[in-house]
């Protein structure tokens, strides 16, 4: 187990416990939970 501190690019709509996968060239990369969010 990971824990990653992410700042995003573009505003997205987020909540805690929302499932997440990273991608980068259509293939996943990444995969995940939002813990917390910090603003």
Excluded: H, Q
Aim: aromatic share 2%; hydrophobic share 50%; proline share 3%.
């Amino acid at each position: 187990n990971v824990t990653v501190d992410v700042e995003l690019i573009v505003p997205v709509a987020m909540e805690e416990k929302l499932r997440f996968a990273i991608r980068e060239g259509g293939r996943t990369v990444g995969a995940g939970v939002v813990i917390s969010i910090t603003e």
